[in-house]
């Protein structure tokens, strides 16, 4: 059974920013059917398998709508989706979206355990899975699972390959009949995607989001960043599956009526050959994937409008770096899952020379309003002062799903987002992110950030990515681990870098007791950097 989900944000608030302008006030496929409309062959998406224009892709849609329809599925139910950033993706959306069904997307490479823990938490009556991705049976892994899963009606199967049994085949379903198909016509402010959050907790959280939150909220976070002559292609390296691949549908189509240019996964010379092919407007990814791409061999690039970086801390050098090499503007994004926006904008801001933090830019209200709570509770602080960020606005998600201890916790009575993360606003209203509450490293009783010792050991000559974290310690209870990724032909000592760190002013009992060097920083399904991996490297490597 699907859990209820209440919106924990006052309706006045929401109707409000409907009156001015912060939301569309439409459901995503009424938004997306005016952009077909609009502008019927333009193209919508490109993948691996060429192109697809926008009346091609609401066919598909349609298709497969009334297919899922007809297998059972119903307005309101939860459907897990997990496929590849591809075209089969962006129509399971769209398709979703026409029945007024909720998409539950979660990346591949996610284990059967954590997709069972994810439907059966979620109440999901359907999932679309790949059949295969990278030697994973997606599909035939959750029907073997479906008796765990007694809500749920139907598996099916997308991609190449032999259908398991137990399965529906998506593309026996894109082949139903629509021609007396009627889409749903859901209310902008219910629910319309959950989105997954890697998170802190045991379990990953789950974040419902209306139409409006979708499509406004985000939408609003996306025009910033669009030049008013400038038809929107993105590039998305990160999966249209994560927290940060929700900007594709539902924003970069539906909202936007721009063009998606996806890869099925990351690779940097494949995404560097897909920007100089297909010349989009944006590319979003992490900083993690920019740094693989500007090691590979320079070749000119086409002009692009902004790189979009989020998912981890920016550090200055990478920026310039990015910036000299990919002749735009490079966006310093902050946000989460959880409900919380910001980024630098298309105009170079400096970052400040002194105090704590990366500067991520000043909170846009048309996203998301940001202030800063005390330890006692109370929001807004003096410039200067850290404390947890906080954040409500037209972005700002519903409420956590099957989960009422983190509505609890993290929200209040009156809307706001309790985001976990430790910030500081500057004299000129730019908000800083100093790190996480829950990543503090205690060596000895005395806490550590280390998201303060990495923005330092970024700016290192022989350091191309780095990953500070706690291992376990016998004495001090947990000693600090620089996980390095060094610049081609360089090979740092522990003993240069904290000398290094001496000189930027970083008190001793800061620096890391343990290097280890590594080709590359492991990411997760999601594309962020794997720390629970690096945790465990780092603790094996003693």
Known sequence: MTPQLHDLVPAALRRAWAADGSYPDLDLYALFRARRMADPHRTAVIDTKGK??????????????????????????????????????????????????????????????????LLGRSGARAVIAATEHRGIEHARELAVMRG????????????????????????????????DFTPDRPAPDSAARILVSSGT???????????NALAGGRGNFLASLLPSDTELRCLFLVPLASAFGSSGTAVTLARHGGTLVLLDRFAPADALEAIRRHRPTHVLGVPTMVRMMLDQPAEPLPELTALVLGGSPLDPSTREEAERVFGCPVVNLYGSADGVNCHTGLEAEPTPA???????????????????????????TTPGEIGEIVA??????????????????????????????????????????????????????????????????????????????????????????????PRAGRTPALEELCAHLDARGLERRKHPERLLLVEALPLTPAGKPDRAALRQLAAEAG
């Open 392 to 485: 409500r606005g037209p972005m700002t998600p519903l409420c956590y799903v099957g989960a009422p201890e983190l509505n609890q916790r993290y929200r209040t009575a009156d809307g706001w987002v309790r985001t976990g993360d430790l910030g500081v606003f500057d004299a000129d209203g730019g908000l800083c992110v100093v790190g996480r509450l829950k990543d503090i490293v205690i060596r000895g009783g005395a806490n550590i950030s280390p998201a303060e010792v990495e923005g330092e050991l970024s700016s290192h000559p022989d350091v191309r990515d780095v990953l500070c974290t706690g291992v376990p310690d016998p004495l001090m209870g947990e000693r600090l681990a620089a996980c390095v990724v």
């Open 52 to 117: 697809l224009c926008y009346t091609q892709l609401d066919r598909k849609a349609r298709s497969l709508a009334a297919g899922l329809r007809a297998a059972g599925v119903c307005a309101g139910d939860v459907v897990g989706v997990q496929l590849p950033s591809s075209r089969d993706a962006v129509i399971a959306d769209l398709a979703l979206a026409a029945l007024g069904a909720i998409a539950l997307p979660f990346p591949v490479g996610r284990g059967s355990r954590e997709a069972l823990s």
């Open 148 to 179: 765990e899963l007694p809500g749920l009606r139907a598996v099916v199967a997308a991609g190449p390959g032999e259908v398991p049994d137990g399965c529906l085949s998506l593309a026996e379903l894109l082949r139903t009949d629509a021609t």
């Open 354 to 380: 002194d105090g704590p933090g990366i500067a991520v830019g000043r909170p846009d209200p048309a996203v998301t309003d940001i202030r800063i709570a005390t330890p006692g509770g109370e929001f807004g």
């Open 201 to 211: 907790e045991a379990e990953p959280k789950m974040v419902a989001y209306s139409h």
